[in-house]
């Protein structure tokens, strides 16, 4: 390159340093970092039946789930996406709350659920099913898939960091697995 006097090579440095912010820039963007849980406690073992898109419904049975979440956004000065001490107890609690229970998709069109203080009353085609109230959980979803009941876990997740924990999340993955290998994934913007 022939430099002709001092404007131009001014004018080739500022290009010069145009290009080195503009690579540092790339060079920062392509830098993603987030974190992993699923730990072993990240369980519950529940209730279901799935109603399929025929109409058909399962019998009622149970699995013992297991929950894993990643969630992706920028590191805070001390280099961290999620302090996990913080992290985990919420998911924990999550998991918790629908462990030893009935999971009831509220949301369905198939079944109609009656409540009061006392008894659950699910109503598919002629059959009943009478729960006591404690021992159902009321899911507003359309289906105890394990993808919505990943998409339920991961709002839930999602209320209370963004209620307790000064994080910059992006993005974020829940898995639910319901037997081993065998998982529903929900992912979103968070
Ligand atoms: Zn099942």
Known sequence: MRL???HSFSDFLVFVLK??????????????FSIEVAKDYFNFASAHFLIFANGRREPLHGHNYQVSVAMEGELDRAGVVLD??????LVKQICDALDHRTLIQTSSSAIQVRQNAREVEIVYKKQKLLLP???V????????????LAE???????????????????????????????????????
């Open 4 to 6: 002709r006097g001092s």
């Open 19 to 32: 290009e080195i912010k503009l690579l540092s820039n790339l060079w920062l963007m392509s830098r993603r």
């Open 84 to 89: 996990f001490i913080t992290f985990k107890p």
């Open 133 to 135: 109230r404690g021992d």
């Open 137 to 148: 959980i009321l899911l507003p979803i359309a289906n105890t898939s394990t993808e919505l």
């Open 152 to 190: 339920y876990i991961a709002r839930q997740i999602k209320r209370k960091v963004q209620r307790s924990v000064p994080a910059k999340i992006r993005y974020m993955e829940v898995a639910v697995e319901e037997a081993r290998g065998q998982r529903g994934i929900f992912r979103d913007d968070f």
